[in-house]
C-alpha cells in the first residue's frame, strides 16, 4: 500500500492507497509542534484504527509546504514504516513541464494538484484549490504549467476582519440564507462568500479570454471548494482527493 502525504499551511492530509483505490484518509494539525515519535505513533495508530496494517505499507509520498516540520516527519516514516520516502521537488517526474519564468517558486503541492488534473481530465484545465490560499493555475493542452494566481483563501480574509476591527467577531463560514445580510455574523458571511464566489467567476473569465482557451475545464479541490462550486456554473468537476491523487500518480512515475 502507498501512504500518500499532503503537508499543508493548516492540515497534514494522509492518504492510504491500495493501488488505485483509497482505503483511507485522515487530518492532522499542522501547526502544534511535534518530534519524530510523536508524528510516528500519531500516524500508525490512525493507519491501524482504519483497521489496515503498517505492515502493507511499502511506500510513501510525500508534498510540503511547510519546511520546518520536514525532518521530524520524514524520520518517522524512516523510523516507525522503516521506508524512504520520496519528496516531491526539483528533479521529480511528474508528467508536467513548469513553464513559468521561475519554476522553482511554483510550491509542490500546486505542482501535485495539477498532476492530477490533468491525467484525470486532461488539458486545457484550470485547477482551483480552495485551502489556506485560493490558487488558480492553468495547464495547456500540451501539460504545461504556464500561470498561477494566488489570493487570500476565506479563512484568512475572515480572521483579518475579525483581528483587525476591534467589533467584529470570529465566524463560521458558511454561505448565510441570504446576501441582503441583517446582522454582523451574517454580514460578514455574505461578503466572505459571494465575495469569494464573485473573485472565483471573475478570475475563470479572464483566463478564458487571456489564454483564448473557451473550452477551459475547470476543476475545484480544497475545504471551501465543494461550497463554491456548488454555488457557480463556471466550475466543472469536485474533486476533493485530488491532491493525494495526485501524489498517487507521481509516486507512480518515480519508482
Same mark, same amino acid.
Given at each position: 500500500?502507498?501512504?500518500?502525504?499532503?503537508?499543508?499551511?493548516t492540515?497534514i492530509?494522509?492518504?492510504?492507497?491500495?493501488?488505485?483505490?483509497?482505503?483511507?484518509?485522515?487530518?492532522?494539525?499542522?501547526?502544534?509542534?511535534?518530534?519524530s515519535?510523536?508524528?510516528?505513533?500519531?500516524?500508525?495508530?490512525?493507519?491501524?484504527?482504519?483497521?489496515?496494517?503498517?505492515?502493507?505499507v511499502?511506500?510513501?509520498?510525500?508534498?510540503?509546504v511547510?519546511p520546518?516540520i520536514?525532518?521530524?516527519?520524514?524520520r518517522?516514516?524512516?523510523?516507525?514504516?522503516k521506508?524512504?520516502?520520496?519528496?516531491?521537488?526539483?528533479?521529480?517526474?511528474?508528467?508536467?513541464?513548469? =513553464?513559468?519564468?521561475?519554476?522553482?517558486?511554483?510550491?509542490?503541492?500546486?505542482?501535485v494538484?495539477?498532476?492530477?488534473?490533468?491525467?484525470?481530465?486532461?488539458?486545457?484545465?484550470?485547477?482551483?484549490?480552495f485551502?489556506?490560499?485560493?490558487t488558480?493555475?492553468?495547464?495547456?493542452?500540451?501539460?504545461?504549467?504556464?500561470?498561477?494566481i494566488?489570493?487570500?483563501?476565506v479563512?484568512?480574509?475572515?480572521?483579518?476582519?475579525?483581528?483587525?476591527?476591534?467589533?467584529?467577531?470570529e465566524?463560521?463560514?458558511?454561505?448565510?440564507?441570504?446576501i441582503?445580510?441583517?446582522?454582523?455574523?451574517?454580514?460578514?458571511?455574505?461578503g466572505?462568500?459571494?465575495?469569494?464566489?464573485?473573485?472565483?467567476?471573475?478570475?475563470?473569465?479572464?483566463?478564458?479570454?487571456?489564454?483564448?482557451y473557451?473550452?477551459?475545464?475547470?476543476? =475545484?479541490?480544497?475545504g471551501?471548494?465543494?461550497t463554491?462550486a456548488?454555488?457557480?456554473?463556471?466550475?466543472?468537476?469536485?474533486? =476533493?482527493?485530488?491532491?493525494?491523487?495526485?501524489?498517487?500518480?507521481?509516486?507512480?512515475?518515480?519508482?
Open positions: 500500500m502507498l501512504l500518500a502525504i499532503d503537508v499543508g499551511n492540515n492530509t494522509i492518504g492510504i492507497y491500495d493501488h488505485k483505490e483509497l482505503k483511507g484518509h485522515f487530518r492532522i494539525t499542522t501547526k502544534i509542534p511535534r518530534t515519535d510523536e508524528y510516528g505513533i500519531t500516524i500508525t495508530e490512525l493507519i491501524e484504527r482504519q483497521e489496515l496494517s503498517i505492515k502493507d511499502n511506500g510513501v509520498i510525500i508534498a510540503s511547510v520546518n520536514m525532518y521530524s516527519l520524514t518517522s516514516i524512516v523510523k516507525y514504516l521506508l524512504e520516502p520520496i519528496i516531491v521537488g526539483p528533479g521529480t517526474k511528474t508528467g508536467i513541464k513548469v =513553464a513559468t519564468k521561475n519554476p522553482r517558486e511554483i510550491g509542490s503541492d500546486r505542482i494538484d495539477a498532476v492530477a488534473a490533468y491525467e484525470l481530465y486532461g488539458g486545457p484545465i484550470l485547477v482551483l484549490d485551502g489556506t490560499a485560493t488558480y493555475d492553468l495547464v495547456t493542452e500540451e501539460g504545461h504549467f504556464v500561470a498561477g494566488t489570493a487570500p483563501g479563512r484568512i480574509s475572515a480572521k483579518a476582519l475579525s483581528d483587525s476591527a476591534a467589533k467584529l467577531p465566524i463560521e463560514i458558511v454561505r448565510p440564507e441570504s441582503l445580510a441583517q446582522d454582523t455574523v451574517s454580514s460578514m458571511q455574505a466572505l462568500m459571494y465575495g469569494q464566489i464573485g473573485q472565483t467567476e471573475y478570475i475563470i473569465k479572464e483566463v478564458k479570454k487571456e489564454s483564448g473557451d473550452k477551459l475545464k475547470v476543476v =475545484a479541490t480544497g471551501l471548494g465543494r463554491i456548488d454555488e457557480t456554473e463556471l466550475i466543472d468537476e469536485y474533486n =476533493a482527493d485530488l491532491t493525494l491523487e495526485g501524489l498517487r500518480i507521481i509516486y507512480g512515475k518515480n519508482r
